[in-house]
């Protein structure tokens, strides 16, 4: 590298976040460019996590609990930040009611408070460590077209747990990035 540039841009001065309860890699995709228009491309964050994950980090993780009254088979966590002019906090959600409304997202618990946004953070923070106190595993990082990862995931799944019929599939990431850990335990 011989030359580089840095933006600097002001601390947001508005943060939402939500951990949503999803049927899909597919319904999260959709979920992603529903919200990046919802938000008016506010969105800071953009989290894909399966449920063996969720359960991972509650049972390894002191201080986690699920947020949810019945287990879904996928989960993201959104944050969005902006200036203190948007009205972000009601357009997140709207745009989450009308995920719930397609099917998109069959739940969501948006945090009140920062309290409450660390406690959904931790969520997604703690997996790596909660894989290492399930057992041995296998990780990997991953660049995937976005569009792209539900089908990814589809094929390359199946094609691991068909060499090695116990693994167990965590896949997580920044979905809104096309980046996953494609990790097995």
Known sequence: VTAACLQLFPKPDVEVNDLAAVPSPAAAVALLTRMQHASGGMLSAFELMPRIALE?????IEGTRDPFAAPSPWYVLM???GGAEMNLAGSFENG????ISDGLATDAVVAASQ???AALWKLREG???AQKREGASIKHDISVPV?????FLAEAVPAVQKLLPSARAVSFGHLGDGNLHFNFN
């Open 56 to 60: 991972f980090v509650t049972r390894h």
């Open 79 to 81: 944050e969005a930040t």
């Open 96 to 99: 989450l009611g009308g995920a």
């Open 115 to 117: 309290t409450q946004a």
């Open 127 to 129: 997996i790596s460590e």
């Open 147 to 151: 569009a792209l990862i539900p089908d």
